[in-house]
């Protein structure tokens, strides 16, 4: 049973537009929640995170919104930049303290020039 | 200081063999986690050592193993390959303390043949 979904496979923006990307969640225990970006042959790389406590956080051009109650969140990337193409994935971090991060299966953002 | 340093990089066994995989986590860093990566399944959490104790299991078979040494080294094992252990095979760490964001080594690539 999948608990954390990205549902869009792949992602294509224009530069200068903003990215979307979402992630839906099933278990009510999660309280953290990170995004990590992903190139081909690098491992995956922190790129922000939330807690459940809030709704909102932003760092730069990147925007994470939470939405406990529809179990749903989102990364805005705004603008979006050519070097923002990579695999961007979500996860999940809950149920005491344990460090185990539950991942989605990834979103290919690509940025067209 | 230095980031998650993984190796190999790359490595071809074939089935029945078995193999080590050895991470170095970021100095001063105590806690690390293995995940397994596939284009099926994305990346699933193997198991998390802290202080030379496993932390936490995800679901895989008992012919993977994982060891923590004194100075936070980390090996995983699999013995008996089959054809599906072929993946990317990442390790995190992490400071001790509230802290979910781990930090990602590049990845041992594993064929099995």
Redesign the interface.
Known sequence: DQQVKQNSPSLSVQEGRISILNCDYTNSMFD?F?W?KKYP??????LI?ISSIKDKNEDGRFTVFLNKSAKHLSLHIVPSQPGDSAVY?C?A?GQG??????????TKLTVNP | KAGVTQTPRYLIKTRGQQVTLSCSPISGHRSVSWYQQTPGQGLQFLFEYFSETQRNKGNFPGRFSGRQFSNSRSEMNVSTLELGDSALYLCASTERGPSYEQYFGPGTRLTVT
Do not use: I
């Open positions: 953290y990170l990590y042959a690098e491992g995956p790389t922190f995170s994935f996860a971090v303290g344990s460090e185990k991060l539950v991942f989605g299966k990834g």
